[in-house]
């Protein structure tokens, strides 16, 4: 067939690129095509004036390009301008065929840049309006997976001013669900860049998308709520998206456990807006926000990444003075508690950052809750500490700090019966104590810079009061003002850091030890 290629006669040439391109729809043909020259033949059938030549030509680059081992060849070929120039194309074969071919060209980031250098992002931009289906769906897929890359967003942020616009305006008109999904799924991967992230709603995105919200296809849902998860970051935006109705839609979702990618995106917008300050929160609460995320942490059927999510949320809902209230007034409290006991570390980690933050409030009704809860259900909040400081040491170090910080949270509170619970707790004594042993063998896990520097830190922590003091000794390890002599360096200090709070922590059992005498 490739010899059939370099014949004179233009049929025998059409008829060879035909079934040239029908054999590469074979995974071993396509690599054995490309290794024995095919593609300098076929870009010569590209460059040719003759329509059914560029038909049969792109078209076999297109299937050829599905390999992941032809992809940098291709590159490497020369195509990607002849392919470019195609796509713009006035026969709709050749058009289509060109923009499929570009599309397979985007699925790596060193091609993407290939394919930018190539100029092809502003023929893409201008097939989101073709009447062709498949072109349009082609290129705007193309896009999507060129906006992955911060490099190819600063492209299309600088080049293509009328790119929101145009996806916008495309929303608006009635188009296949795959097309309209991979539009919401290009403003999500915009919306990865905070210009974006404003722009899009300036430019009407959120009536456009919300429809879409609303309607029966899992898939454009899915990737609304995607996209409305990155617009929700910027703070400017979550008035906007209250005000268009989107709070009592994205709520309503939480407890789908069907489909748990659903829930996470819709769980994680509604955190995303409820971190945001200075607003009014009633809206959250009077869209029954909290019935439905308790009915997701009863559900057995909830996924453990979105048991994550809700932990998540929760502790940021635990932040807010309108918010904390019903997590303690619902019950939640219980639920934080045996969410402790999940086997998901970073679960874990946020339903104690909750009942200590919830502790940090200082009012009667959480401390009645925290002494309910102390040793039940499961072990309630002390087995809780127990097990999460009694990990292994090269379990997470955050997850074993936050449960230091959540005893001392609930050591310092005013009421007795839960301090005497805490302080003349052996095993809970025991656990902390077993933690601050590490700063014993700091020196022997780092280098000597390292441990002379974490060294004059803590020197310098002494004295203050606890909570000054590790912030001191964290913001030391994360401003890295330490000689990283080898990569366990690192991790040393963080476990001193801990060692240090427990160490801090100690002091407080001690002193309300002597309190109590």
Same mark, same amino acid.
């Given at each position: 067939m490739l010899y059939l290629l370099q014949s004179a006669y233009i049929d025998v040439q059409h008829g060879a690129s035909a079934a040239l391109g029908n054999l590469a729809s074979v995974v071993e043909n396509k690599r054995l095509i490309v290794k024995m020259g095919g593609l300098e033949l076929l870009i010569r059938q590209m460059l040719s004036s003759n329509t059914s030549a560029q038909i049969n030509s792109v078209g076999c680059i297109t299937n050829l390009a599905a390999d992941e081992e032809n992809k940098l060849a291709i590159a490497k070929s020369g195509a990607l301008v002849p392919l470019t120039r195609l796509a713009r194309s006035k026969d709709q074969r050749v058009q289509r065929n060109a923009t499929g071919a570009l599309l397979n060209m985007t699925h790596r980031p060193e091609l993407r840049l290939m394919l930018i250098e190539a100029g092809s992002v502003a023929v893409l931009v201008d097939l989101i309006a073709s009447v062709d289906e498949e072109t349009q769906y082609y290129a705007i897929t193309a896009l999507s997976n060129i906006a992955v890359d911060v490099g190819g967003r600063n492209v299309l942020w600088d080049s293509q001013p009328e790119l929101i616009d145009m996806l916008v305006k495309a929303l608006h008109r009635p188009l296949k669900i795959k097309i309209q999904s991979q539009?919401?799924?290009?403003?999500?991967?915009?919306?990865?860049?905070?210009?974006?992230?404003?722009?899009?709603?300036?430019?009407?995105?959120?009536?456009?998308?919300?429809?879409?919200? #609303?309607?029966?296809?899992? =898939?454009?849902?899915?990737?609304? *709520?995607?996209? &409305?998860?990155? $617009?929700?970051?910027?703070?400017?935006?979550?008035?906007?998206?209250?005000?268009s109705g989107f709070l009592p839609e994205l709520v309503d979702l939480i407890p789908q456990a069907d489909e748990p990618d659903l829930q996470c995106h819709a769980i994680s917008t509604?955190?995303?807006?409820?971190?945001?300050?200075?607003?009014?929160?009633?809206?959250?609460?009077?869209?029954g926000l909290f019935d439905r995320v308790k009915i997701a942490l009863t559900d057995s059927r909830t996924h453990p990444k979105v048991l994550c999510e809700l932990a998540a949320a929760l502790?940021?809902?635990?932040?807010?003075? #309108?918010?904390?209230?019903? =997590?303690?007034?619902?019950?939640? *409290?219980?639920? &934080?508690?045996? $969410?402790?006991?999940?086997?998901?570390l970073e679960a874990e980690y946020n339903a104690c950052l909750t009942l200590g933050t919830?502790?940090?409030?200082?009012?009667?009704?959480?401390?009645?809750?925290?002494?309910?809860?102390?040793?039940?259900?499961?072990?309630?909040?002390?087995?809780?500490?127990?097990?999460?400081?009694?990990?292994?040491?090269?379990?997470?170090?955050?997850?074993?700090?936050?449960?230091?910080?959540?005893?001392?949270?609930?050591?310092?509170?005013?009421?007795a019966d839960l301090v005497e619970r805490i302080a003349c707790d052996a095993q809970l004594v025991a656990a902390i104590e077993e933690i601050a042993k590490c700063k014993a063998v700091l020196s022997s896990s780092c280098s000597v810079a390292s441990s002379t520097r974490f060294s004059s830190v803590i020197d310098d922590a002494k004295g203050k009061q606890a909570d000054a003091a590790d912030s001191h000794i964290m913001a030391f390890i994360a401003n890295g003002e330490h000689t990283v002599a080898n990569g366990r360096d690192h991790e040393a200090l963080r476990a001193g850091a801990l060692a240090c709070q427990a160490i801090s922590l100690i002091d407080d059992f001690s002193s309300q030890q002597v309190a109590g005498k």
């Open positions: 539009i919401v799924l290009t403003l999500r991967n915009l919306a990865c860049d905070s210009r974006y992230q404003v722009q899009i709603v300036d430019s009407g995105g959120l009536d456009a998308l919300l429809p879409l919200l #609303q309607s029966s296809y899992t =898939i454009l849902i899915t990737s609304t *709520c995607a996209c &409305l998860r990155n $617009l929700s970051i910027d703070s400017r935006n979550e008035t906007p998206i209250i005000c509604v955190r995303n807006m409820a971190a945001n300050s200075g607003q009014d929160k009633q809206a959250f609460i009077d869209s502790s940021v809902f635990a932040l807010n003075d #309108q918010l904390w209230r019903p =997590i303690v007034e619902l019950g939640f *409290c219980k639920l &934080l508690v045996q $969410l402790t006991r999940c086997r998901d919830l502790a940090s409030k200082g009012t009667a009704e959480v401390y009645d809750e925290l002494v309910r809860l102390w040793r039940a259900p499961n072990g309630g909040i002390r087995g809780c500490l127990i097990k999460i400081m009694t990990l292994p040491e090269y379990a997470n170090t955050n997850v074993r700090s936050i449960a230091v910080w959540l005893t001392k949270t609930l050591l310092g509170c005013v009421r």
